[in-house]
């Protein structure tokens, strides 16, 4: 689903990961277009059916000036019940202009959410009818016309659909609910230039008349309806093929360069995830499509995916990422099998489709970047999960919310790490048969969480029940405070384990294994304990004093720990743990003790020399947290490192030594003359975040520097924000005017967000964005109002909130700004993850870094509870480790 996936990189929209979290990713929210007289809750509990939906013929043309859709659709169904007298359809803003039942002219009303059809008689179960509607109408979701504008004027023409959750219904009168599964065909007339993908095989393109084509696709398996879709326009296009499957490629036109360093993976992720599942890829092709202004960060669509443009790289990028956009490929690629092959039968159960892609994501990341880069990830994806207090209290399967997304870090991050527990506790042979048993017994099928159980169940012959009934359908997670002593008459190790959690609601005690692992001067020895109480003491030999005691091991259970140790015993663990997320842990405990010199040592120590990139980028930020000339000194070393995403994040800790003037200097040198992009856009933000005395001029100069994607220029503008000198205000108003690139105004929108907050004409204009053409410029001025503070922004963002035309997801992100203004003392309290979080290097370098990160900072200083959808699309808030290749 929107993946924003995905929950590994801080440049990467994965926007999962989390990342729809992807990524969240989680991938960028947007706003949709118009005002819609009311709002619309998505369906917690899956309907009763009144008919089986078993083949839906669309026949699409478009009006591009009026931006509307001319449609037919003939649904072909069998009824379930005696006594039906009409058959209802969904649709939402769409005139119907007709309707024939089995052939003849058929009465029909409708209202605001439904088509209903009269049936001449009352029907028996099992009867077949042909149902042909004709309509048009000019959708405010579901579908959407991107074209040329005022504002840019060389915007390649385009169409597409995002059906999910329940957005099929503005463009097809249709069943609109994920518990009923039809084939489709496809049948679009475009302009003689444009090319169309959808769901399943290309039957034929025909001529059309004067300048058109018809296309017809055909979707010969039953999927869900969220799942059907177009996209239409002008595409660069690649294609080659995959085990003898079609495997294409298309982004907008004059973009071609960008789908060799961006898609070059897919086959060998093909590859991966049929093998590892042992499910053949199930579908007549595999398409992915990079489409302008997605409301998401990618969507899973059936054969054919449809992704943002944000998570295209730029060659000249390319090599800044380890993993490129990896992360949001591999989770809309997983949900071929998870949520297009099994399909969730109601939205309480969506974890099925957005835990396992963002879990099939990090098994990809495992795969291919090595062990360490999955454990790394898993850390901080624990640490951002635990950030959303609000989700702390809700289970992942829940009928208790209006929005499918609404809880989105459970469904993606959580969800996904609960899986990895899964693993860890059944064994690799003995999951993965489950995987498939349960994909194989399912396919084309709805699920609920208990066909999991029950394929698992079957399989590997272990019960489960606890496990689901804790970590499913059970809340929160254990945090445990660990306190260990030596007892050198016994030889022993006395450790006390305490469940300090809050046991309430749907909270509970954990029972879960527990990795001890003890080391003395004879070596390292594991002992696996299992928690189960309250408050209990567990007892381990040892022949001498321990040099390192480890709770949870590598970090395998998803929990918060307060384990007090002193200075000398962290450093040991920085210096000598064997698994990077225990190495982790202690750079970051390392870096809230003050004035220990020995400390400061070992964290520079680390940061120059630690063999993984992800320990020396917690050294640094654990560096960058202390402060003070020596720290400073130890930092320094971090510039010179291989990695380009480490020195980023070396620059961004210099940023915050302001004591130093000569830093100024060294970093506007950085700025100009690194050879990675990503960190000469870190040295511009750091010298904004400094408030360096003449960083204005530097700024300016560099907003007039030519760069792939416009990233130095756009990270002046961030900067200018930043600087918060409002003489800044003219120049960043300049880049507000239509007619400048879409992400240059979008960066300028930010900045106004944080200064010249009394001048009323800055707040007019950044209102006045709101109704802006292009999602992203309302997006970027809906953070900025919120950042802002002003009251007058409130009945404006009022009345785009209670539109309810607006991607799934977005609601929340709207109130939380609405919240910001009307509770300022809360704007600094705490930090907001996303799941997605965003700290790999697995991104496109500076662009995601400042397409990305300007999300996340703003979502930092916004209470926690804002909309996890965003935690697809990137992977990190801003007070934490930020880096990850």
């Known amino acids: 689903m929107p993946d924003e996936t995905n929950h590994r990189s801080f440049l990467n929209l994965r926007l999962n990961t989390r990342a729809r979290l992807a990524v969240a990713l989680f991938l960028l929210l947007v706003l949709a277009a118009p005002i819609a007289p009311r709002a619309r809750a998505d369906e917690p509990f899956a309907r009763s059916r009144d008919y089986d939906l078993q083949n839906a013929r669309i026949e699409l043309r478009f009006d591009l000036d009026q931006r509307q859709v001319i449609g037919q659709v003939t649904h072909t169904l069998t009824t379930l019940k005696d006594g039906l007298r009409e058959l209802d359809f969904d649709s939402v803003g769409l005139t119907i202009l007709s309707a024939r039942l089995d052939g003849q002219d058929a009465h029909f009303s409708t209202d605001d959410a439904k088509l209903r059809v009269d049936l001449a008689r009352a029907g028996k179960a099992g009867e077949k009818h042909e149902v042909v509607i004709r309509y048009q109408g000019s959708p405010k979701k579901g579908l959407y016309f991107i074209l040329p504008s005022k504002s840019d004027s060389t915007q390649p023409k385009e169409i597409w659909t995002q059906g999910e959750a329940e957005d099929t219904r503005y463009y097809i009168p249709i069943y609109d609910y994920p518990n009923d599964r039809t084939t489709t065909q496809m049948i679009v007339t475009v302009p003689r230039d444009w090319v169309t993908v959808s769901n399943g095989k290309l039957e034929s393109v025909v001529d059309a008349g004067p300048g058109m084509k018809t296309w017809s696709w055909r979707q010969s398996q039953p999927i869900s309806t969220y799942l059907i879709s177009l996209v239409a326009g002008q595409f660069d296009e690649s294609k080659k093929t995959w085990r003898n499957i079609p495997v294409e490629y298309r982004v907008p036109r004059g973009e071609g360069d960008r789908i060799q360093p961006t898609f070059v993976r897919t086959p060998d992720m093909l590859s991966f995830f049929s093998d590892r599942l042992g499910v053949a890829y199930p579908w007549d092709k595999y398409d992915q499509t990079a489409v302008d202004q997605f409301t998401v960060g990618g969507m899973e669509n059936v054969s054919a995916t449809t992704l943002t443009t944000r998570s295209l790289l730029h060659p000249e990028l390319a090599r800044e990422s380890l993993e490129g956009a990896d992360g949001l490929i591999s989770h809309e690629m997983s949900h071929q099998w998870f949520g297009d092959l099994v399909t969730c039968k109601d939205w309480a159960d969506l974890w099925l489709n957005e835990g396992f892609a963002t879990f099939m994501a990090a098994l990809w990341e495992e795969h291919q970047y090595g062990a360490d880069n999955a454990a790394y990830a898993r850390w901080r994806s624990q640490a951002a999960w635990f950030r959303q207090r609000r989700l702390f209290d809700v289970p992942i399967v829940t009928h208790d919310f209006r929005d499918s997304l609404q809880y989105a870090g459970n469904i993606y991050g959580k969800a996904g790490l609960v899986l990895e527990m899964l693993r860890e506790e059944l064994g690799d042979d003995a999951f993965f048969r489950a995987l498939q048993h349960y994909l194989e017994v399912n396919r084309l099928q709805n699920v609920v969480t208990a066909d999991l159980i029950k394929a698992i169940e079957e399989t590997a012959h272990v019960d489960v029940d606890r496990f689901f009934d804790q970590w499913i359908y059970g809340a929160g997670a254990p945090r445990f405070a660990v306190n260990a002593s030596y007892d050198a008459a016994a030889n022993q190790v006395h450790m006390q384990v305490k469940q300090t959690q809050d046991v309430r609601g749907h909270v509970g005690l954990f029972a879960t294994p527990v990795d001890?692992?003890?080391?003395?001067?004879?070596?390292?020895?594991?002992?696996?304990?299992?928690?189960?109480?309250?408050?209990?003491?567990?007892?381990?030999?040892?022949?001498?004093?321990?040099?390192?005691?480890?709770?949870?091991?590598?970090?395998?259970?998803?929990?918060?720990?307060?384990?007090?140790?002193?200075?000398?015993?962290?450093?040991?663990?920085?210096?000598?743990?064997?698994?990077?997320?225990?190495?982790?842990?202690?750079a970051q405990a390392l870096g809230d003790i003050k004035g220990n010199q020995a400390a400061i040592a070992a964290l520079g120590e680390a940061a120059a020399h630690d063999h993984f990139w992800g320990v020396r980028v917690q050294a640094l930020t654990a560096l960058g947290k202390l402060g003070g000339a020596q720290t400073e000194n130890a930092v320094l070393p971090g510039l010179a490192d291989p990695e380009p995403w480490v020195r980023e994040v070396a620059v961004e800790q210099l940023g915050k030594f302001t004591d130093d003037p000569a830093l100024a200097a060294r970093l506007t040198e950085i700025s100009a003359k690194d050879s990675a992009y990503r960190v000469r856009v870190a040295a511009l933000l750091a010298l904004g975040q400094r408030k360096a005395e003449g960083a204005l001029g530097t700024l300016e100069g560099a907003a007039k520097t030519n760069s792939p994607d416009d990233v130095i220029r756009r990270a002046a503008l961030r900067a200018m924000g930043e600087l918060g000198n409002d003489q800044a205000a003219p120049q960043l108003l300049e880049w507000l005017e239509p007619g400048k690139p879409v992400r240059l105004r979008a960066a300028a929108i930010g900045s106004l967000g944080k200064i010249a907050k009394k001048d009323e004409s800055v707040e007019s204009r950044l209102i006045a964005m709101l109704s802006d053409s292009d999602f992203d410029i309302r997006f970027a001025a809906i953070f900025a109002l919120g950042e802002r503070g002003d009251q007058t922004a409130i009945e404006p963002l009022e009345n785009l909130r209670k539109s309810g035309d607006i991607p799934s997801g977005e609601g929340p992100v709207i109130e939380q700004q609405i919240a910001r203004i009307k509770n300022p003392e809360r704007q600094d309290r705490g930090t907001q993850a996303a799941e997605n979080p965003a700290n790999s290097p697995a991104t496109n370098g500076a662009e995601r870094q400042d397409a990305g990160r300007q999300l996340v900072e703003r979502l930092d200083k916004i209470d926690q509870n804002l909309a996890e959808i965003n935690e697809r699309l990137k992977k990190i808030e801003q007070q934490q480790p930020k880096a990850t290749p």
Request: net charge negative; aromatic share 10%; glycine share 2%.
């Open 516 to 586: 001890v692992a003890i080391t003395t001067n004879a070596g390292t020895k594991s002992f696996p304990i299992t928690v189960t109480k309250a408050d209990e003491t567990f007892s381990f030999p040892a022949d001498s004093e321990p040099l390192l005691i480890l709770f949870d091991k590598a970090d395998k259970i998803l929990k918060s720990v307060e384990f007090h140790k002193s200075a000398a015993e962290w450093i040991y663990q920085l210096q000598h743990a064997e698994d990077v997320p225990d190495r982790a842990d202690a």
